[in-house]
């Protein structure tokens, strides 16, 4: 019996992301020897082929800067924190994201893309990819920000640097545009793929 394609296609991307378990945290399920700064916005536990690991993502919100140059300049940071369990009740920080806009007296941005966060195995090889999305910014008027797409793979780290896409007026656009470092280049192609959707799914930034 032949089957739809697109059933096939269901089959195949079901057995790609199988490996993976994930399981959302609440921040009381976080132990309590695990440190972290900001405000939680996601939490997982995963297990891949390497072992059991968590992953919690934080955002700042705006304060108040610090030795500022103005009375209005405020910061806002982002951090990732990635841990892989070792035992009972211990756990080893393998990478940590840091990024921030300093010192910013108009409109300021440093948040992680709503939605965005995921544990994927794309190449199929048991190892799993935890990937990034977030936009930053200081603006006083209708201009893209930076976002960026930051993907760890085991102790590989890729990354993706552009502007999301605003509306001018009209039909007048800015921003949009992106570029993958050597470590996606260099990468199977199933990420550069991920990651272009990825950037697809959430150019356009909203006001």
Known sequence: MKLPFFIISLFIAQAT?????????????IPKSISYKGHIIDA??????????IVITTETGETKA???E??????????????NITGTDQFKLSWQTYDFVADCPFDITANYVPGAFT???ADNNGVA???LVYRTVCRSDVSPCDMKIIMHEGDKKYAVRGTNKVKISGKDYGGGTYIFDAAF???PTAFRKYAADTWQKNIMDTF
């Open 17 to 29: 992301f199988a490996q993976i378990k994930v399981l959302k945290l609440s921040k009381a399920d």
């Open 44 to 53: 997982v536990k995963y297990t891949d082929k390497t072992g059991e690991h």
């Open 66 to 68: 610090k030795n500022s």
């Open 70 to 83: 103005n009375s209005d300049g405020r910061d806002a940071a982002l951090y990732a924190y990635h841990y």
């Open 119 to 121: 544990v994927t195995d």
């Open 129 to 131: 990819e935890v990937w």
């Open 185 to 187: 280049k260099a990468a």
